[in-house]
């Protein structure tokens, strides 16, 4: 069975810092790699995935993932933060071929201070 | 284009009713998904289909039930509610053909809160 761990249950960052929200996984076979974000009372939003090729992966906002196979991880990634990427956000899983049907971790609130 | 819409937004039940969230999606996604969301638990599987006329189980279908007509519709039916359902419920669509930018990436609606007294 594929898994997906978040082992931050929160993030504190001050606006222009870096930021990093860990994720690893568990999945046979190759994975597929998702990121997603929540904002407030809305649904998840697509920030970025990972399916095959260059194991940087750029996606939506300025954010990036690096896909580490050794490691099983998939860690997101922003060179400067803003107050406006607070948020919850959520990594997910699923095994080449079955790219449809997503693991989600538990997620990882994000909150950017000035 | 809506995406997807799901109704109604929020519900309060009592233990016993029941009940169907509705869910359409315009973008002629074959697949299409059911989660809940409760805090810190991420969110889990109820049901998924993968196109009209066709259901499967995911990870907590337990006390759910749900159907497939058409490519756009699939409603999720809640019978004889109970306190454990409160939850936030997400109905999600995707394609699946191909490696494209948006092959395999869910469509989320905004969500329906459900209460059960």
């Known amino acids: 069975a594929q898994s997906v761990a978040q082992p931050e249950d929160q993030v504190n960052v001050a606006e222009g810092n870096p930021l990093t929200v860990k994720c690893t996984y568990s999945?046979?076979?190759?994975?597929?790699l998702f990121w997603y974000v929540q904002y407030p009372n809305r649904g998840l939003q697509f920030l970025l995935k990972?399916?095959?090729?260059?194991?940087l992966v750029k996606g939506s906002y300025g954010f990036e993932a690096e896909f580490n196979k050794s490691q099983t991880s998939f860690h997101l990634k922003k060179p400067s933060a803003l107050v406006s990427d607070s948020a919850l956000y959520f990594c997910a899983v699923a095994p080449a071929g079955g790219g449809n049907k997503l693991t989600f971790g538990t997620g990882t609130q994000l909150k950017v201070e000035l | 284009n809506a995406g997807v819409t799901q109704t109604p937004k929020f519900r309060i039940l009592k233990i016993g009713q029941s009940m169907t969230l509705q869910c359409a999606q315009d973008?002629?996604?074959?697949?299409m998904y059911w989660y809940r969301q409760d805090p810190g638990m991420g969110l889990k599987l109820i049901y998924y289909?993968?196109?009209?006329?066709?259901?499967d189980k995911g990870e907590v279908p337990n006390g759910y039930n749900v159907s497939r007509s058409t490519t756009e519709d699939f409603p999720l039916r809640l019978e004889l509610a109970a306190p454990s359902q409160t939850s936030v419920y997400f109905c999600?669509?995707?394609?699946?053909?191909?490696?494209?930018?948006?092959?395999?990436?869910?469509?989320f609606g905004a969500g329906s809160r459900l209460t059960v007294l």
């Open positions: 999600a669509s995707s394609y699946s053909k191909g490696q494209g930018a948006g092959a395999n990436v869910l469509t």
């Open positions: 990972y399916i095959t090729g260059d194991n």
């Open positions: 289909s993968v196109g009209a006329g066709i259901t």
């Open positions: 973008m002629n996604h074959n697949y």
């Open positions: 999945v046979s076979g190759n994975p597929y």
